[in-house]
């Protein structure tokens, strides 16, 4: 799609996390930004359903988008795991593919540079 600019295949991600209240989320979310681990997180709230424990549990949680370079995820994970207080927490990378030339940029600029 946008050809006419260099970026390398999923030099960028996505990672996804979840935390049980929107106090702890919005920690975790500032911490990453002041280690200039993300340039931006946006949390949503949602319902989850899953099996833990052999039990089916429904809870109310808070997800985390966090927008980053593919590079920092071992990074980001520690962070998240330092901070969480799930005995397994949800910690996925989604590599972006494509998109705005401009706000891959920002990335760059809002992140480490390693």
């Known amino acids: 799609m946008f050809s006419e600019v260099e970026i390398t295949m999923n030099e960028y991600s996505i990672i996804i996390t979840t935390y049980p209240d929107k106090e702890s989320a919005k920690r975790a979310a500032k911490l990453l930004i002041e280690q ?35 590079a920092l995820f071992g990074k980001i994970v520690m962070t998240i795991k330092e901070v969480h207080t799930y005995e397994v927490p949800e910690i996925v990378q989604i590599p972006i593919a494509d998109g705005l030339p401009e706000y891959l940029k920002w990335i760059d600029e809002c992140t480490h540079h390693e």
């Open 36 to 70: 200039r681990l993300a340039a931006c997180v946006q949390l949503f709230p949602i319902e989850s359903v899953y099996l833990w424990q052999g039990n089916i549990c429904d809870e109310s949680e808070i997800m985390l988008f966090i927008k980053s370079k593919t």
